[in-house]
């Protein structure tokens, strides 16, 4: 073989080694970048400037389009306390969710139906306490309460249409502990 065509190979090689490397530069650039500008707009909707909240909701799904779908964690992390949502506890949550402005069709609600469709992670609830925390922390006292009011009555509205006989009756331990836990993160 000539050293002419054995050079011509060698930089064809080399041409296509930096092309590749190139590539795959520009796509990780690209997907920092997106994932950037995700977290920009997770902040604007929800207000939370925290960089470490922010990524820990992007990495769990949780996008701009799909906070709604966060407001109702709670209600979720109470039905899958005794390991299983039940048809009302089903029910309530997407009675919520409806008279939240989710409807049928939104990402919201394909997030929230995944989720009662198959048990989030235990990470996904840390990752909710981390956004309730920041969020709690730009409230004075009464908008705190208002909204500790909030998610403990909705969570319990869930945890009540399960329990006891009938749907009528006293709340089960396993529920009972998520509402308490759910109480401590506002002190």
């Known amino acids: 073989m000539s050293d002419e065509f054995l ?11 930096f092309a590749k490397q190139e590539h795959e530069l520009l796509a990780k650039l690209r997907g920092e970048r997106e994932g950037s500008e995700k977290q920009g707009q997770l902040s604007r909707a929800s207000g939370i400037r925290d960089e470490a909240v922010l990524e820990s909701l992007l990495s769990h799904g949780v996008e701009a389009d799909t906070l709604a779908a966060l407001s109702l ?10 390991g ?6 089903r029910a309530a949550i997407l009675r919520a969710a409806e008279a939240s402005g989710i ?3 939104d990402v919201s609600r394909a997030m929230l139906d995944h989720w009662l469709a198959t048990r989030p992670a235990p990470a996904m609830f840390d990752a909710w306490k981390g956004y309730i925390g920041a969020l709690v922390g730009t409230l004075d006292a009464t908008q705190r309460n208002a909204l500790r009011d909030e998610i403990l009555g909705r969570a319990r509205e869930v945890a009540k249409a399960a329990g006891g ?3 009528i009756g006293s709340i089960c ?3 009972a502990e998520v509402l308490e836990e759910l109480a401590r993160i506002f002190g």
């Open 7 to 17: 050079g011509d190979r060698r930089k064809a090689l080399e041409e296509s080694f």
């Open 73 to 82: 964690f709670p209600m979720v992390a109470v039905a899958w306390a005794d």
């Open 84 to 89: 299983d949502v039940d048809e009302s506890e």
């Open 103 to 105: 409807e049928s069709g």
């Open 165 to 167: 006989f009938l749907g």
């Open 173 to 175: 331990a396993e529920e």
